[in-house]
Nanobody
Framework: QVQLVESGGGLVQAGDSLRLSCAHS????????MGWFRQAPGKEREFVAA????????NYANSVKGRFTISRDNAKNTVYLQMNGLKPEDTAVYYC??????????????????WGQGTQVTVSS
């Protein structure tokens, strides 16, 4: 069993930065894929970024590429999402997720086995 707890959300202005953290406990393996998703009011949950726990090339949604960076700290059992140049359209609840199977789509939320409770990010214009 894997438990995920997000933190770091808040209210910021357009152009500001935030760093989200996802602390995990329980068993994980280097093959696990860690992802960030977000859900804005009235919209479906969408993929933001993903990285394999053991390393490798991260993946990003086109909407955040060049502004957001996903990383992990194995010693702290934590995955981060550094968000720079925030825009009002980035406003959403951000969720951390873990996927046991390294294969398959990293962008499909149905592929993920474990989810955190979410953290709110609000960007004012």
């Amino acid at each position: 069993q894997v438990q995920l707890v997000e933190s770091g959300g808040g209210l910021v202005q357009a152009g500001d930065s935030l760093r989200l953290s996802c602390a995990h406990s329980g068993r994980t393996f280097n093959s696990y894929v860690m992802g960030w998703f977000r859900q804005a009011p009235g919209k479906e949950r969408e993929f933001v970024a993903a990285i394999t726990w053991g390393g490798g090339t991260p993946n990003y949604a086109n909407s955040v590429k060049g502004r957001f960076t996903i990383s992990r700290d194995n010693a702290k059992n934590t995955v981060y999402l550094q968000m720079n140049g925030l825009k009002p359209e980035d406003t959403a609840v951000y969720y951390c997720a873990a996927k046991e199977n390294r294969y398959g789509s990293r962008a499909s939320l149905r592929e993920y086995d474990y989810w955190g409770q979410g953290t709110q990010v609000t960007v004012s214009s």
